[in-house]
């Protein structure tokens, strides 16, 4: 099984990226997804997960009303859509897959793990 992060990059604050998280190797249609963050020097960080049903989302305060987290089960790809972006945005964004299909921001539980995709945001 694999994931496979896209669509990061370097981008003016206010401006918006969208990540896309290809999973191949198994069907992760039952499986709960997740994106995570890691700034220089700082700790992983929750930023937001879907559930199997695609309709279940959950948010960190700090990017909560600015991204939006999306799956598609033909395509077996995850989305973040990502607005309004802050220089605090810059980190590398790393896609996640949990066996449980309800969505959590417990980085330790997720089972698979893509290699990342950097987002730099310039003030």
């Known amino acids: 099984a694999q994931l496979v992060e896209s669509g990061g990059g370097l981008v003016q604050a206010g401006g918006s990226l969208r990540l896309s998280c290809a999973a191949s190797g198994r069907a992760f249609s039952n499986y709960a997804m997740g994106w995570f963050r890691r700034a220089p020097g700082k700790e992983r960080e929750f930023v937001a997960a879907?559930?199997?049903?695609?309709?279940?989302?959950y948010y960190a305060d700090s990017v909560k009303g600015r991204f939006t987290i999306s799956r598609d089960h033909a395509k077996n790809t995850v989305y973040l859509q990502m607005n309004s972006l802050k220089p605090e945005d810059t980190a590398i964004y790393y896609c996640?897959?949990?066996?449980?299909?309800?969505?959590?921001?417990?980085?330790?539980?997720?089972?698979?793990w893509g290699l990342g995709t950097q987002v730099t945001v310039s003030s």
């Open positions: 879907i559930g199997w049903n695609g309709i279940t989302t």
């Open positions: 996640a897959a949990d066996r449980s299909p309800i969505p959590h921001s417990n980085s330790y539980e997720y089972d698979y």
